[in-house]
């Protein structure tokens, strides 16, 4: 089976789906191919309060249904799956899906990063056990209990807040002095009662897994070295991202931590092909900035199969 | 809401219910949502495998004996039972593809 389109948008968070809402109302029918983590990062978040528009914050599961319905009605096609290889050296472009093949004229690539895990090996043995990257998944099993969450920026915080209204007690176990989370986050944190901060640690292993489940945590001091443990029935990972790009290694440009590298606004290392959201973005990782290059890839394939995406980034402004 | 193909067991029959043949249990709940994106997976699933495979759900919140008895602390977990054995756990959402490998082994 072979479908060929104008252009495929791998991806279906806030970048993917900004990109097929520009893409669809310039009339060129985008095929969204959503992924197995539909919706994105968002879509494991609770409330949104830094995308513009709503005073009041808006739930990540409800802004994404929001976008999806918002680019199906100006005639994005989204339909599930994952895709299994891309066939970049050759325009079109073929994406597989499992046994079905989808080619296209142009591809933005939006897979977007998903959870990075502490790589102790003994987390993913505990996976779904007690270790979680996923605190509005899993905390649900820690109610009455004791957890720690690993970590200091805004994605560390906001598991700790949540988890802070089932656990007794939430333990934030960092490895520098100081948080990265943003101010507002950092505040919530410090008053809340029931969460405290362990400084300056490191997890060097998770109890306990001959008994299948998480017991606790050996940590170590990364000024003294010094050796503890804290009890703990779950804990939870919010150590940062990876960036799905395993799909295109060998295929497209990438930085040394797997990023893909853009240039002249969206375009990758192959002409055609158009990168946006947290896979191009280890810098800022925001929803409004994956929306944001999400629009930009959509204008610069439809410029690219228009023939009016020039190489020099001048000429190309000069077109806007 | 799921295919008709796809069972609900409840903490009350579940030890019954897993005792036959390969069974495959999805562990959810209504606020999970990678659990809604495996939704369709799981049925799929059970649609392709009828008659080989029975596939059930238990929503966690009903039912909370269950996931603790099989030490379930994370969803969506699949647990794979042959003749009232468990023989595979499967922690959070996999592919179609990866959930048909694990499962042939057992078929």
């Known amino acids: ?83 299994s290889s891309v066939e970049l050296s050759t325009r079109p472009f073929t ?13 933005i690539v939006a897979t977007g990063a998903s959870a990075k895990w ?12 007690g270790v979680s990257t996923c605190a ?32 007794t007690k939430v333990t934030v176990i960092h490895r520098r002095d100081e948080l990265r989370a943003s101010k507002v986050m950092q505040d919530k944190a410090f008053s809340t009662p029931n969460i405290s901060f362990l400084w300056n640690k490191e997890v060097v292993d998770i109890k306990d897994v001959d008994q299948g489940k998480v017991t606790s945590l050996v940590l170590r001091d990364t000024q003294t070295g010094e050796k503890s443990e804290i ?31 853009t240039h002249g606004g969206s375009r990758t290392s192959v002409p055609g092909v158009f990168a946006a959201g947290d896979v191009q973005d280890h810098v800022y990782r925001q929803a409004v900035t994956a929306a944001g290059s999400g629009c930009m890839a959509a204008i610069d394939a439809e410029r690219f199969l228009s023939g009016t995406l020039h190489e020099s980034h001048q000429t190309a402004s000069a077109h806007g | 809401m799921a ?14 219910e897993v005792k036959n043949g390969v069974v495959l249990v999805d562990f959810w709940a209504t606020w999970c949502a990678p659990c809604r994106r495996l939704a369709p997976i799981v049925d799929q699933l059970a649609e392709e495998h009828n008659g080989k495979l029975t596939v059930a759900k238990v929503d966690i919140d009903e039912n ?25 756990t499967i922690v959070g959402l996999e592919t179609k593809d990866r959930l048909n490998q694990i499962i042939a082994k057992h078929l």
């Open chain 1, 231 to 261: 009890d703990v029935d779950g804990v939870f990972i919010g150590i940062g991202h990876v960036p799905n790009t395993a799909l295109f290694k060998g295929q497209l440009a990438m930085h040394d931590n797997g990023y893909l590298k």
């Open chain 1, 1 to 83: 089976m072979s479908t060929e389109r104008q252009v495929i948008i791998i991806g279906s968070g806030p970048a993917g789906l900004t990109a097929a809402l520009y893409a669809a109302r310039a009339n060129l029918k985008p095929l969204v191919i959503e992924g197995i983590e539909a919706g994105g990062q968002l879509m494991l978040t609770t409330m949104v309060e830094n995308w513009p528009g709503y005073r009041d914050g808006i739930m990540g599961p409800d802004l994404m249904t929001e976008l999806r319905a918002q680019a199906e009605r100006f005639g994005a096609e989204i339909i599930q799956g994952d895709v």
């Open chain 1, 136 to 167: 509005t998944c899993d905390g649900f099993f820690f109610k009455g209990l004791p957890v720690a969450v690993v970590g200091g920026g805004d994605t560390a915080m906001e598991e700790a807040i949540y988890l802070s209204k089932l656990a």
């Open chain 2, 64 to 88: 909370p004996m269950t996931p603790s008895r099989f030490m379930v602390r994370g969803i969506p977990t699949l647990l794979l039972f042959k003749n009232g054995d468990l023989k595979e």
């Open chain 1, 118 to 129: 502490l790589d102790l090996g003994v987390d993913k043995k505990l996976s779904g056990r």
């Open chain 2, 3 to 16: 295919s008709e193909n796809v069972k609900v067991f409840t903490d009350a029959n579940f030890g019954d």
């Open chain 1, 95 to 107: 994406v597989n899906v499992d046994k079905t093949h989808y080619t296209a004229q142009a591809l």
